[in-house]
């Protein structure tokens, strides 16, 4: 995928660090040499309600900050999934967290279906799904390099916590090849 301007929308709920991945992506693009811009929004809850970080990359001017049609969507529970899967088109990829989500309305976007949640519960900790699905986001992207993605999740991720979220990310982004459905 091409990012002359791509425009990634990471949903979910909120404790699932998926303003933490669009951080992580966002500085990754700019570590690539490459503009982008951020932004965030959640319910009122810290932990449950509606969470979603929106990135936009371009190789050049990014003229709105705000994401009018997905490029990507990343689903990481039922209502984000079904909040926003009528924004895909047949040029969208979605990418869904089928440990909370079994059944994918019809939609004409490819379909990436990766148990993030449940790999990340393997790995020690849920809390990170969120770099498991980074790492597959951009393997079948391609938006950002890997370096790039590594060099940005390690200067974003608590002290202590390297090794695990190193592993996140190579399971995730192993995990790409072999998701797609």
């Known amino acids: 995928m091409?990012?002359?301007?791509?425009?990634?929308?990471?949903?979910g709920t909120g404790?699932?660090?998926?303003?933490?991945?669009?951080?992580?992506?966002?500085?990754?693009?700019?570590?690539?040499?490459?503009?982008a811009i951020q932004t965030q929004s959640y319910g009122p809850e810290a932990r449950g309600g509606a969470s979603r970080a929106e990135v936009i990359i371009s190789d050049g001017d990014i003229d709105y900050p705000l994401i009018t049609k997905p490029d990507v969507l990343l689903a990481m529970s039922r209502q984000a999934l079904e909040k926003f899967i009528?924004?895909?088109?047949?040029?969208?990829?979605?990418?869904?967290?089928?440990?909370?989500?079994?059944?994918?309305?019809?939609?004409?976007a490819r379909i990436f279906k990766t148990p993030y949640s449940k790999i990340a519960r393997e790995l020690g900790k849920e809390m990170v799904a969120n770099v498991v699905a980074l790492g597959a986001l951009a393997a079948a992207t391609g938006v950002v390099t890997k370096e790039s993605?590594?060099?940005?999740?390690?200067?974003?991720?608590?002290?202590?916590?390297e090794a695990l979220n190193q592993k996140a990310l190579e399971i995730g982004w192993n995990s790409a090849d072999q998701s797609a459905a």
């Open 2 to 11: 091409s990012a002359q301007n791509c425009e990634i929308l990471l949903s």
């Open 15 to 35: 404790g699932q660090g998926l303003i933490l991945a669009g951080q992580i992506l966002a500085e990754a693009v700019i570590r690539d040499g490459k503009n």
């Open 86 to 108: 009528g924004k895909l088109d047949e040029n969208s990829i979605l990418m869904v967290d089928s440990t909370h989500i079994e059944e994918i309305p019809p939609t004409a």
């Open 149 to 161: 993605l590594t060099a940005a999740l390690m200067s974003r991720i608590p002290r202590g916590t």
